[in-house]
């Protein structure tokens, strides 16, 4: 019987060891397993949906953006407190089974402030899909004018323990608020390789692929999985799960729980994935090839009849509108910082890929420019073919702004990095690869350059305007293959290995047919700065007009 009982302690020793010393009191774990009890759903709703409700029925809508971000522009009726302040502030909301609804700028404070508040009771608390960037994508109204509430009893139903732990966790909330972007991370686990991971999806995503090295608890079972959880409750650990939605509410519980550095993965597994990163465990699938021709051939047929280009009159217009698209400023840092429209984020060419997280959803109104229209040009095609529709290229760029005695400023914009669209796959690769690879000059030569080298070299001149544009004059030499017709008949195109020009009037057909013929595996395409414009204003010498 003596060996029984040894047996017996030491298995109990056994399984004590392996779960983590968890530092909060009953009542927290206890509020933590009730939350879990709800889920699924995830508290969330998008911005079509709050639309409707807010047509149909009362609500409390809770901003918990800092105080200048709700004063530059909130949604009627949002009152505001910031989230390190929320715990303070409870006073603020009804009783625990008031329709709230949580909103910040891109979703993820908005979720960890929701998570909080349903560890405290507050059953139906709901997250805003994309925040304020999803609401004013669609095209809601905002204001600028405060609205504020009377306060009121907190709720006595709210354990104080409970409380304590969920006010320390927000009022200490860091900068960045426990986010790290999939870039970051894949630098931070070749330095640090204790990073502990944590997969929070289903079961069924688990087996679509995960990050190495990575531990799995799903979200709806995760307080029956905290063995799986690090002993050290300092150990460093990042939360994922497929947007980042799932992983904030395990980010807030762990920190509850007492683990102290507990990060969530921007845009989760998915931005992991639009980064190029390795996933292990994905069952292997054989995909369909991409008929890049197919492809380009389809975008070029849809392109609207101004080809994405808008002019400054269009965008002065937009600008001053209560519906502002994004302003993209796709030139360097330095020229960034010399002057730009006022309003504009910066995302220097090379990097736009990289940055995708920075930009709403792929519906989103974005005008993109540049010093001249070129580069701008060379952005909105890589955007339009990932899939963002309404990424449209200023003409002229910001010397067509400037010329127009438009005022320019040096206060910079900064964007809130979000959740990067999911985009295919292969397609991204390619895109990536050339985008973050475009030299200095950005393919582009000159008219005196370009009359030289017709005369040394052999250099197949594609010209790319309309038939009206070219019975009334084209340089000596050239093929005529209207833009949307550029792969319509493959025969028409020189050897992949020609030295290529491109040309339009002024520079941006030309440029969106540079970057796709690149993209095809032409390894010498560069386009004509200023088009035909330049070309006859240098006098130079043109046939046809």
């Known amino acids: 019987m003596r060996k029984f009982v040894s047996l017996l302690v030491i298995f109990i020793l056994a399984i004590s060891l392996s779960v983590p010393a968890l530092t909060q009191s009953d009542a927290v774990v206890d509020a933590i397993e009730e939350y879990q009890s709800e889920i699924p759903p995830y508290s969330l709703i998008d911005a079509d949906a709050l639309g409707t409700v807010l047509i149909e029925r009362d609500v409390v809508l809770l901003d918990v953006r800092e105080v200048s971000e709700y004063e530059a522009g909130h949604i009627a009726g949002a009152f505001n407190v910031p989230i390190r302040e929320l715990g303070q502030n409870l006073d603020l909301l009804p009783d625990l089974d008031a329709e709230i609804y949580v909103i910040c700028a891109g979703g993820a404070r908005a979720m960890l402030a929701t998570a909080a508040l349903h560890t405290l009771g507050y059953d139906n608390a709901i997250n805003l899909k994309g925040g304020m960037r999803a609401w004013e994508g669609e095209g809601f109204p905002v204001t600028t004018e405060g609205f504020t509430v009377e306060a009121t009893a907190i709720p006595e139903a709210i354990n104080a323990d409970v409380f304590a732990a969920v006010d320390e966790y927000l009022s200490t909330l860091p900068d960045g608020f426990d986010l790290i972007r999939a870039d970051a991370l894949n630098v931070e686990l070749v330095e640090n390789p204790d990073i502990f991971l944590l997969d929070t999806r289903s079961p069924d995503e688990w087996e679509n692929g995960y990050i190495a090295g990575t531990e799995f608890a799903w979200v709806d079972e995760f307080m029956s999985n905290l063995d799986v959880l690090p002993e050290d409750l300092d150990t460093p650990v990042v939360v994922y799960c497929g947007s980042s939605y799932r992983a904030g509410i395990v980010t807030v519980w762990m920190r509850l729980l007492g683990y102290t550095n507990v990060r969530n993965l921007v845009g989760g597994i998915n931005a992991w994935v639009a980064s190029g990163l390795p996933l292990e465990g994905a069952p292997e699938v054989e995909a369909e090839p991409l008929d890049l021709e197919a492809t380009f051939n389809d975008y070029l047929t849809n392109l609207p009849a101004n080809f994405n280009a808008v002019r400054v009159p269009e965008v002065e217009e937009a600008v001053a509108s209560d519906d502002v698209p994004v302003l993209l400023d796709v030139r360097t840092v330095d020229e960034y910082t010399e002057g730009h429209i006022e309003g504009a984020i910066n995302i220097p060419l090379n990097e736009l890929t990289a940055n995708l997280?920075?930009?709403?959803?792929?519906?989103?109104?974005?005008?993109?420019?540049?010093?001249?229209?070129?580069?701008?040009?060379?952005?909105?095609?890589?955007?339009?073919?990932?899939?963002?529709?309404?990424?449209?290229?200023?003409?002229?760029?910001?010397?067509?702004?400037?010329?127009?005695?438009?005022?320019?400023?040096?206060?910079?914009t900064t964007a809130e990095v979000g959740t990067a669209p999911e985009f295919d796959a292969e397609l991204f690769e390619i895109v990536d690869a050339y985008m973050t690879a475009i030299p200095q000059g950005y393919f582009i030569v000159r008219t005196d350059g370009l009359n030289v080298e017709l005369v040394e070299s052999e250099i197949a001149l594609i010209d790319v305007r309309t038939d009206g544009e070219w019975e009334s004059g084209y340089i000596g030499g050239a093929v005529h293959i209207p833009l949307e017709q550029l792969f319509a008949d493959m025969s028409v195109l020189p050897a992949t290995d020609a030295t290529v020009v491109v040309y339009d009037d002024p520079t941006h057909r030309s440029s969106v047919a540079m970057v796709l013929l690149q993209l095809m595996g032409y390894e010498d395409v560069r386009t004509l700065g200023g088009g035909y414009g330049a070309w006859t204003n240098a006098g130079l010498p043109v046939e046809g007009n």
Do not use: F, K
């Not at 989103?364 to 095609?381: F, L, P, Q, T, W």
């Not at 400037?402 to 320019?408: F, M, R, T, Y």
């Open 357 to 412: 997280d920075q930009l709403p959803d792929l519906e989103a109104e974005i005008i993109i420019y540049c010093g001249s229209g070129h580069r701008s040009a060379v952005a909105m095609a890589a955007m339009n073919l990932l899939g963002y529709e309404n990424a449209v290229s200023l003409l002229g760029g910001v010397r067509a702004w400037s010329g127009a005695d438009l005022p320019i400023t040096d206060v910079v």
